[in-house]
């Protein structure tokens, strides 16, 4: 029997070659010359009489290693391993081509994984490779399990394809992952630099490809993710491509520097395409999801690390196509989204983008779901998608959404509605517990569609919003009925507007129709903003005479975090509100707001003249000069 490592080593240029045997193969591979011209090991193993593929791959992986690092490549063949194998520093592994070089299990390897790339905090593995191979381990499960059932995970802990920790530069290229026994086709946390291209994951029994905590720099392209296998109650998720955090609670920070791009997802029906659980600047583009509950899913876990954050993250230029099964046996157009962003109560998410994207068939059997759903998120701007086929509502804003900029995006047909909500589907919606601050509507169109498939508003809200601005919407005004524009009493916009008249709010601007032809003028207040509903009650304050500032009643503040309604706030600077019984002699004080101290505390621009406990605090009174037509 051969041994590797006592292979004798022949010079070739400035190349040196290890020839060594490998049992159960058919065909050897021989390199090019010169594919190694920089020193380098080269390493081909070739056809011969051992037993044990995995000690020959793994001394001839060794070798390299020691001798500073090279290439190992293998012949075409199924090459069952008894062990893992353990790639090490500035070690390529190749193979013939990732449909005839295959490394799998044999009976003997158990719970155990492929390929290990294991490092230490103190010594990491650096500068790998894998590339056209096969990698399989068992076979995915497909057993389904009835609803509501407690069933023990089907999959087997630990047989898994790839798991990589402590590594810097990690480079699978060309490979196909697939028939996984265990819970993930690849893994990794505590990574680096860690690039995957031209790679299929296909039939994995619990995730595809996962990336823990602490992996920053991290590429996806050109990559085919499909079918994952199990479906809940199994396990009540599954995922194509997600980035998370270890239930171990290790790690400084989730991910960071994280994009996918120019990848297809299909075959995910009863949970995520794609998934992360807290991040930096990552990005989702160009890519293709299909038959899945939920295209992308942004949000952030608090407690899972010690620091969890969800900021700068970019989906754009991505299709998202609707799933034709749901979660917990659903039907399928009840509880799906195509793009979720989604901030936490304590660690709101901050500045995400979501445009370009081409939405079908997305939408859910609750207020909260939608082709498009925003909440809990602080700046984040939805602009030039198209949004076509959607259930109930085509974009929401729920539970806090603080700076958004909804704009240029394109409605086409409600496909069908919650039962009891026929009459309020939306191309825009804030439900129950909404809450939008500071929120800008403009340049959407809603494209003409047949009766049956228009939706009832444009607008619909039932939240207290506060500083929503709407203007230059163009709107089928035969598509659309003419209360586009629901619960007027929360919106300080002019609540007989027409659907081709999209109101402002700030002295001079104008409102125009379709055509551009202006329609009204504001001409009052003078500067910052006011409202048509002046009967609203915002909150109630308490003030002393002689003071700027005045308090206003915590029971009338969101549970949101305060720093943020400082920022877009109940009562947003420039905001023109009258203080009853605040003026000269008991009479209404009308004053403008400057800024907000604190989430309690608004500081006006003219001081209290008489002292009030749980005074009213309204809006003041637009006034609009109307033109013609």
């Known amino acids: 029997m051969n041994d590797v490592s006592k292979t004798p080593m022949m010079p070739v240029g400035r190349r040196t070659v290890l020839t060594a045997s490998l049992g159960a193969v058919t065909v050897g591979l021989v390199p090019a010359t010169g594919a190694h011209a920089n020193g380098r090991s080269l390493v081909t193993l070739t056809p011969g009489d051992l037993s044990d593929p995995a000690v020959a791959i793994q001394e001839a992986i060794d070798q390299v290693h020691a001798a500073g690092g090279g290439t190992v490549r293998l012949p075409e063949g199924i090459h069952e391993l008894t062990a893992t194998l353990w790639l090490r520093s500035n ?144 396990y009540p998720n ?224 039932a939240g207290p919003n506060i500083n929503v601005v709407l203007s230059h919407n163009r709107i089928d005004a035969a598509g659309i009925a003419a209360e586009w524009l629901s619960q007027p009493d929360y919106f300080p916009v002019d609540r007989v507007a027409t659907p081709d008249q999209n109101l402002i709010l700030r002295r001079g601007e104008r409102v125009t129709d379709l055509r551009g032809r202006t329609v009204n003028r504001c001409l009052l207040p003078r500067t910052g903003y006011g409202g048509l509903d002046t009967v609203t009650v915002l909150t109630t304050a308490t003030a002393t005479s002689g003071s700027t500032a005045i308090t206003i009643a915590p029971s009338f503040l969101p549970t949101l975090n305060s720093e943020f309604f400082a920022a877009y706030g109940m009562l947003p600077p420039g905001m023109n509100v009258t203080v009853a019984g605040a003026g000269p002699e008991g009479g209404d004080l009308d004053a403008q707001v400057i800024r907000m101290a604190n989430a309690t505390t608004i500081i006006l621009d003219r001081p209290v003249a008489t002292s009030v406990v749980g005074a009213t605090v309204r809006r003041q009174l637009l006034t609009w000069q109307r033109r013609d037509r």
Not at 197 to 210: I, Q
Request: aromatic fraction near 8%; glycine fraction near 10%.
């Open 91 to 234: 070690v390529a592994l190749v193979g013939d081509g990732r449909e005839s070089t295959v490394l799998r299990e044999a009976p003997t390897l158990g719970a155990r994984p492929i390929i290990m790339i294991i490092g230490s905090a103190d010594q990491r593995v650096e500068n790998v490779a894998l590339r056209r191979l096969t990698i399989r381990n068992g076979s995915a499960t497909t057993t389904a399990a009835p609803k509501n059932t407690v069933v023990t995970p089907l999959s087997v802990v630990g047989k898994d394809g790839i798991v990589a920790e402590y590594v810097d530069g990690l480079v699978m290229e060309d490979l196909l992952v697939t028939e996984i026994g265990g819970q993930y086709g690849f893994r990794c946390k505590m990574a680096r630099r860690v690039t995957c291209r031209a790679t299929r994951f296909f039939r994995c029994t619990y995730a595809a490809f996962v990336a823990m905590v602490e992996t920053e720099h991290l590429l996806v392209d050109q990559c085919e993710f499909d079918t994952i296998t199990t479906m809940p109650p199994v």
């Open 238 to 461: 599954q995922y194509l491509f997600a980035t998370g955090y270890d239930k171990l609670n290790q790690g400084e920070y989730l991910v960071r520097d994280v994009t996918v791009q120019n990848s297809r997802f299909t075959n995910n029906p009863h949970w995520q395409a794609m998934n992360t659980h807290g991040g930096e600047r990552i990005t989702f583009r160009n890519n293709h999801c299909e038959n899945v509950l939920v295209g992308v899913i942004v949000s952030n876990v608090v407690g899972a690390a010690r620091t969890s954050a969800l900021h700068d993250i970019t989906i754009e230029d991505n299709t998202f196509l609707r799933g034709t099964a749901s979660h917990e046996g659903k039907p399928s157009a009840t509880t799906t989204c195509g793009i979720v962003a989604a901030g936490h109560v304590t660690e709101l998410g901050r500045t995400i983008v979501i445009r370009r994207n081409r939405v079908v068939g997305f939408g859910g059997n609750h207020p909260a779901m939608a082709a498009i759903r925003s909440y809990r998120v602080v700046d984040a701007v939805i602009e030039d998608n198209d949004i076509e086929d959607f259930h109930q509502f085509g974009i929401v804003l729920f539970q806090g959404s603080f700076g958004a900029v909804i704009r240029r995006n394109r409605f086409a047909g409600v496909r069908s509605a919650i039962p009891g909500w026929e009459g309020r589907t939306a191309t825009i919606a804030v439900p129950v517990d909404g809450q939008a601050h500071g929120i800008e509507i403009s340049g959407n169109e809603v494209l003409p569609v047949i009766p049956e498939h228009r939706p009832r508003h444009f607008l619909w809200s």
